[in-house]
């Protein structure tokens, strides 16, 4: 049985249309990344599949459970972490999670117990009788993780989990990942607009754009899909950008030519040999050329081919406190 | 029994919250009670003979109860907003709690507070000679219906703070009663009133809220008065918790 099923599934904002039909299947004890950036339908498809929203159209099953006919089920057996993590700063970390295990049932000495068990889990328990709003933005979705994980779900849904965080910060969130999916089995579905936070963490990957899914697979499937070295030209006269695209396009063994922030990015099977090639050529034909670089597929260019852009991460402002 | 435990469990979390939140709570007790003073203050020594009421400090006395209870909404309603700002609110709806349970908790935590609220302003009366004709049994008959007001009206803030998400909105959901309270009976009784006037008190349930708070304080036992109120406040629980499950179907929509 998969930890999570989707088939069409879409949810429109009046004329918005969020999700466009996304078909998933996620194995169980998976990490799933879910790739895109601001404004693709990673937040919204989260918030359909926890049941926060009702989809507008197509159905879900999420460890089993149709997600709008057993919805109070389907929060038993999972943990969220939403990308603002979703803390009251008058509480103390310990009275939170307190809190949160006594709306899932677990009171008494086992939901004690659990709590103090968390705070160790994610280094919070110096600070586990301070009011939350003290604490910093690591320690926040620190506690915010450990708060989805109260009930010991067997799913865990985790949105962005770093974004806006130091590279401190950011590495322990990995660990405890990680940590989750090896150690405990836990299925994490993980939205991301990083591509090394997805490269290092997914097993199996989807990239989304404007509401659809136009990739899945491994992130080493992926970029082996690309078959060719990437050699990206930079060309400093932009009205020379779809010229210069064409001439390298017509240098022997290049395979295709994408234009993307002011570079032609040519795909092209041994690149270190091919790209005197190209730069000659270029040469030849007049255009004057900036940056060369040669690379193999990234998850960026897997992005680039399927969107015709590179992926853009927007970064919020740093939150005070913003360290570990 | 899931939905007694919830509310039980976030009624202590807004109470604790409102501990933490002394200015808060100060400024809902204290405003009500600079009006209560202005109020006997300006026309108290004329009320026996304008309106024939001999003890207008304790005729203020339920004014002052329910205008804190419209300040304490309103800042329930406000804390209802950050907590949907936060983020904290979707973390609630993500447990497996009964929803419209997580929306009660805060608002029979505001309950609670009108009730503490309460206990202190008829303490202030008191001490400025007011009475209390029905004894300890109608003071907690008082504070029983205290609770209910305080509940009743917090559920117009809840459903405004769940439909609109807007901290101004929230704000202007503890102003609603004020209107209500000067179409009722709350500074003369209806005699003295215009026609129209008088057709628009006994038309507004707060009417009979005060009317009956006045009598456990100032008149002694009146059942009548006190099963109006209690009528009254039911009616404006039904109305005001009617849109709070409204709003908060709307919301997780």
Redesign the interface.
């Known amino acids: 049985m998969s930890a999570i099923w989707a088939q069409g599934l879409t949810k429109h904002f009046d004329e918005v249309r969020a999700v466009d039909g996304i078909d998933l299947d996620i194995a169980p004890g998976t990490i799933f990344g879910f790739l895109g950036q601001n404004g693709s339908g990673k937040t919204t498809t989260i918030r359909m599949l926890?049941?926060?929203l009702?989809p507008t159209a197509g159905s879900a099953r999420v460890d089993g459970l149709d997600i709008r006919d057993d919805a109070?089920?389907v929060?038993?057996r999972?943990g969220?972490a939403?990308?603002?993590?979703?803390?009251?700063?008058?509480?103390t970390g310990r009275?939170l999670l307190t809190?949160?295990a006594?709306?899932?049932?677990m009171g008494g000495s086992a939901g004690r117990q659990r709590v103090q068990e968390l705070l160790g889990i994610v280094d919070l328990e110096d600070a586990a009788d301070r009011?939350i709003g003290t604490y910093s933005g690591g320690m926040k979705r620190r506690l915010?993780l450990a708060?989805g994980l109260v009930h010991r779900p067997g799913i865990l849904f985790l949105d962005e989990p770093t974004t806006g965080l130091d590279p401190i910060s950011r590495e322990a969130i990995w660990r405890y990942v990680t940590q989750l999916s090896t150690d405990d089995g836990i299925t994490i579905f993980l939205t991301t607009q990083y591509l090394e936070e997805a490269d290092r963490l997914a097993h199996d990957l989807a990239i989304i754009d404007e509401g659809r899914i136009i990739s899945r697979g491994s992130p080493a499937e992926m970029k082996a899909r690309i078959g060719t070295d990437v050699v990206t030209v930079q060309v400093p006269a932009a009205d020379a950008l779809d010229r210069a695209a064409e001439v390298a396009g017509d240098v022997s063994g290049v395979e295709r030519v994408q234009i993307a922030d002011g570079s032609a990015v040519v795909y092209v099977p041994d690149g270190a040999r091919a790209v005197a090639r190209i730069v000659l050529a270029l040469d030849d034909a007049g255009i004057e050329v900036g940056d060369v670089a040669i690379s193999r597929p990234s998850l960026d260019d897997v992005f680039l081919e399927a969107t015709g852009h590179h992926l853009r991460v927007e970064e919020p402002q740093p939150a005070e406190g913003g360290a570990a | 029994m899931?939905s007694i435990?919830?509310v039980y469990?976030?009624t202590l979390?807004s109470l604790?919250?409102a501990v933490?939140?002394p200015a808060q709570e100060a400024g809902n007790v204290l405003i009500p009670l600079f009006f209560f003073a202005v109020t006997v203050g300006s026309i108290g020594s004329i009320a026996a003979d304008a309106f024939g009421i001999d003890n207008f400090t304790g005729f203020q006395v339920p004014v002052a109860i329910l205008a804190a209870a419209s300040s304490i909404s309103a800042s329930a309603g406000l804390g209802t907003i950050t907590?949907i700002q936060?983020?904290?609110?979707?973390?609630?709806?993500?447990?497996?709690?009964p929803r419209s349970a997580i929306v009660f908790g805060r608002i029979a935590a505001d309950g609670v507070r009108t009730v503490a609220i309460t206990a202190f302003i008829v303490g202030v009366g008191l001490i400025f000679g007011t009475g209390f004709d029905t004894g300890v049994p109608g003071l907690l008959v008082l504070l029983v219906g205290s609770f209910g007001f305080g509940m009743a009206y917090s559920g117009f803030n809840a459903a405004i703070a769940l439909r609109t998400g807007s901290p101004q909105a929230a704000a202007a959901g503890g102003l609603l009663l004020f209107p209500l309270i000067f179409l009722s009976t709350a500074f003369a009784p209806k005699d003295v009133f215009a026609d129209w006037l008088e057709v628009l008190a006994t038309i507004n349930p707060i009417t009979y809220v005060l009317e009956a708070q006045r009598s456990l304080i100032i008149e002694g036992w009146n059942g009548l008065d006190i099963l109006w109120g209690a009528a009254a406040t039911l009616g404006f629980g039904a109305a005001s918790f009617t849109l709070t499950f409204l709003a908060l179907r709307w919301r997780?929509?």
């Open positions: 926890t049941t926060l009702r109070r089920a929060r038993r999972i969220v939403l990308q603002e993590a979703g803390l009251d700063d008058v509480q009275e809190l949160q006594r709306l899932f049932g009011a915010d708060a | 899931q435990a919830t469990f976030l979390r604790r919250e933490r939140n907590d936060r983020g904290y609110f979707d973390k609630l709806l993500l447990t497996p709690a997780t929509s």
